[in-house]
């Protein structure tokens, strides 16, 4: 593992050049305001009458179409929806300088040649390890999120530097910056969102729910159990790992852990885990999202309007209506 800190970073590889945000939503307004307040030049580029324009002003940056952000500009970061990215390269490539670097936040344009950029261009990719909010606030508190580097295309010979020095820029230095590749980049962050953070846990959780209220149990004890207390076991684990996890449950929870977690993730879990890994490899996964979005995305929005309908978010809405600090 090559893992890069503050001291290994010459941040002078962005003095006085310019930087242009593409998008600003979570990760856009975080990286705008951090390399901004870390003394470079920014630039943020956005179709005009989009509802981010006047809140980009706002907060004290300057706002351009993007055709007019990217011109003189020696760092282009995409950090629009992946599926726009292809799009608004066609856009603006033309008004890219020679030598400049493409830099992006996730490697799907890239890895999956959405994007086929200049020869002439640097192409690389800070990914911060947490969302735009964590981002923004660790560095406002002196620290940062950690990243990963990776070039996929090195055309002036600077290309790993430029991007170090951006990753300082937005705080992730601070935390470490560890180097992988555009594919290993977009294959694990596809895997971990698909079988783990995302689909694995939200269908565990429902699952729960609806194991417990089908066996006659009230929904708003089922949400408590397995929605709401979630939140206690994923700090600990993100704090100390599953030793701290451990420390801090009742035994009788590290006991049912133990013999029954295995049973709920079972060989068959694992086999649907390397299947889904298999499918973001070989390329099936993003061909089918990108078919889906070029569609008009019906299966996408028939699915969200079907977990956005479940039981437990009538429920849970209720219930969480009555913790006014999480408001907070």
Request: aromatic content about 8%; glycine content about 10%; proline content about 4%.
């Amino acid at each position: 593992m090559q893992l890069y800190s503050e001291s290994d970073v010459d941040t002078s590889f962005l003095a006085d050049r310019r930087v242009a945000i593409l998008g600003y939503g979570s990760q856009g307004r975080a990286h705008a305001l951090n390399l901004k307040d870390s003394g470079f030049d920014v630039v943020v580029g956005l179709r005009p009458g989009g509802a981010s324009w006047p809140i980009a002003e706002a907060d004290g940056l300057t706002v351009l179409e993007p055709n007019d952000a990217v011109k003189g500009a020696a760092v282009v970061m995409f950090l629009t929806p992946d599926m726009v990215q292809k799009s608004l390269y066609k856009t603006v490539v033309d008004d890219i300088e020679q030598g400049a670097m493409l830099l992006f936040a996730h490697g799907f344009a890239i890895h999956f040649k959405q994007i086929e950029p200049r020869a002439d261009l640097d192409v690389a990719l800070i990914a911060p390890k947490g969302p735009g909010g964590l981002v923004r606030r660790q560095y406002e508190e002196g620290h940062g999120v950690p990243c990963l580097v990776a070039v996929h295309q090195d055309a002036t010979g600077n290309a790993l530097k430029t991007a170090l020095a951006y990753s300082a820029g937005i705080g992730g230095a601070r935390a470490g910056v560890i180097e992988t590749t555009f594919a290993e980049e977009t294959e694990t962050d596809l895997f971990g969102e698909q079988a783990v953070l995302c689909g694995g846990a939200t269908e565990l959780i429902v699952a729960g729910f609806e194991t417990l209220v089908e066996a006659g149990y009230q929904p708003e004890v089922a949400y408590y159990e397995v929605m709401h207390e979630l939140k206690l076991i994923v700090d600990l684990l993100h704090e100390g790992g599953l030793r701290k996890m451990h420390k801090f449950i009742s035994d009788t929870a590290a006991w049912g852990d133990m013999v029954s977690g295995p049973r709920v993730v079972d060989a068959q879990s694992r086999a649907a885990m390397k299947t889904i890994l298999s499918e973001i490899q070989d390329g099936t996964f993003a061909r089918n999202w990108i078919a889906e979005n070029e569609n008009g995305m019906p299966e996408f929005k028939r699915m969200m309007n079907a977990d956005l309908e479940h039981p437990i978010e009538t429920v849970g809405a209720d219930l969480r209506g009555r913790m006014d600090w999480l408001e907070e």
